[in-house]
Each structure stands twice: as structure tokens, then as C-alpha cells.
């Protein structure tokens, strides 16, 4: 690490000195930082500054302070990132359909690697879903459950930790848009009597396509049915 020159707010040149070095030396989660004073003196700073700038990066979960042991780098876990921002933007009116349209972005290019890449394992898995989303329909019953399930497996089985993280803190606020959305004649929209059919068909249809690989079939139909669900919400593209 070079050594800074002191200016204000110098602890977010340090944070950013002390990430840079977690990055050229690739240490990994588990992987010991020098010590604060060895970080004091490679920098040039005063130990305040130092301090807030570890403080900073334990907060953003980047390193951990282990008593009596040392400085450790951590498992990055943006969750709390996530979740927070998600929790913001959805209680501004335009976060609804931002947050829509980051979940056709997600949805879209997942389904396309998940035709591309497919296991009889994993359709399986799709075809349970279809199967207790149809009893549902059989027995007049809200399929709502099965639908969100559908979509969320989908982001699952493209096997990104991040991607996944990042879904299912947007799941929620599915849920809950769909709880309160209104009809034409701004009325709540009855879930549990809404006609599932057409959007079980959807599904049908979708699962057919990844079973027979064509990607581009199965985004064309994943694509197709998100915009019939944003009609259904009532809410335009931007």
C-alpha cells in the first residue's frame, strides 16, 4: 500500500487503498489483512483514519475483526445492499416498474441459459411446479404461490449465488405488488378467483421450450407472458 496524502475524508482513500490491496495480493475469505498499525504505517496516516476506514469496510461486510486474532477478509454478502435498496425503491411510485423491469431482465437471461443448459434433474423439478399449479387451478384455489415458485426456479437453476440473492430479495416485493394490485375499475384485484388458466398454459409453454433446448423460443414466451403479467398489474413500460 502507497502512502496517502492527508486530505478530507482521508478514510475512503484508505478504504479504498486497503480493497485495492485485498485485490492485487487475491486473498480470498479466511485470508489474514496486516494488522492496523502495519496498515497505519504502509499508509502514512494517522490511526483515526485508519480505524474509520476498517470501520467502513466491516459495515459493507468486505473484512471482520477477529479478537485477539486479527483482520480477516470476508465473504462479501450483499444482502443487507440488496434488501435495502429494494425496500427503497419500492415505496416510491416509478420503483414499481423499475423493479418490474429489473426482474424481466434477470428472468429473460436466465431462461435463456437454463434451455441452453437444462438437466432431466432439473426439468423435473419445473414439471413439479406445473403439476401442483394445475391441482390449484382443478380445485378453484389461488395459484399465486406456484406462479412466483415458477419464475423464482427458473433464476435458481442458473446456479448464480449473486443472481439468486439478488432475485430473491425482489420476490417479496412481487408478492406484495400482486396483493395489491387493482383491476380496471380500481377495485382489488380476487387472486383466489382469478383465472390461472391462461397463465398456467404460459408456464406450460415455457417449459416446453426449455425441454426441447430452443432458447430462443423460451424468451420469446417468457417475454410474451411478462408483458401480459404487466397488463395485468397495470402498469406501462417505461
Known amino acids: 500500500m502507497e502512502t496517502l496524502t492527508v486530505r478530507p475524508r482521508l478514510y475512503e482513500d484508505a478504504a479504498r487503498a486497503i480493497r485495492c490491496y485485498i485485490t492485487e495480493h487475491q486473498l480470498q475469505p479466511g485470508d489474514m489483512l496486516p494488522s492496523e498499525r502495519q496498515i497505519q504505517q504502509q499508509l502514512g496516516i494517522s490511526r483515526a483514519s485508519v480505524r474509520e476506514a476498517l470501520r467502513v469496510l466491516q459495515n459493507m461486510g468486505m473484512i471482520e475483526a477477529r479478537h485477539g486474532k486479527g483482520l480477516f477478509v470476508k465473504e462479501v454478502d450483499l444482502t443487507p445492499l440488496i434488501d435495502a ?84 430479495a425482489i420476490t417479496p416485493f412481487l408478492l406484495t405488488v400482486r396483493q395489491r394490485s387493482v383491476s380496471a375499475d ?38 410474451e407472458h411478462l408483458t401480459a403479467v404487466r397488463g395485468d398489474l397495470h402498469l406501462q413500460q417505461e
Open 85 to 168: 435498496y429494494v425496500d427503497s425503491l419500492w415505496q416510491v411510485g416509478p420503483g414499481f416498474a423499475h423493479l418490474l423491469q429489473t426482474r424481466e431482465v434477470i428472468e429473460l437471461g436466465a431462461v435463456r441459459i437454463v434451455a441452453q443448459h437444462c438437466t432431466a434433474e432439473e426439468l423435473a423439478l419445473l414439471e413439479e411446479v406445473l403439476q401442483s399449479m394445475n391441482q390449484r387451478i382443478v380445485a378453484s384455489e389461488s395459484a399465486l404461490t406456484e406462479d412466483l415458485r415458477f419464475h423464482e426456479l427458473l433464476v435458481d437453476l442458473v446456479h448464480n449465488p449473486l443472481l439468486t440473492r439478488l432475485y430473491s
Open 186 to 223: 380500481n377495485t382489488t384485484v380476487d387472486w383466489a378467483a382469478h383465472d390461472w388458466s391462461l397463465a398456467y398454459e404460459a408456464h406450460k409453454a415455457i417449459y416446453t421450450a426449455i425441454a426441447a433446448h430452443d432458447s430462443a423460443k423460451a424468451v420469446a414466451l417468457l417475454d
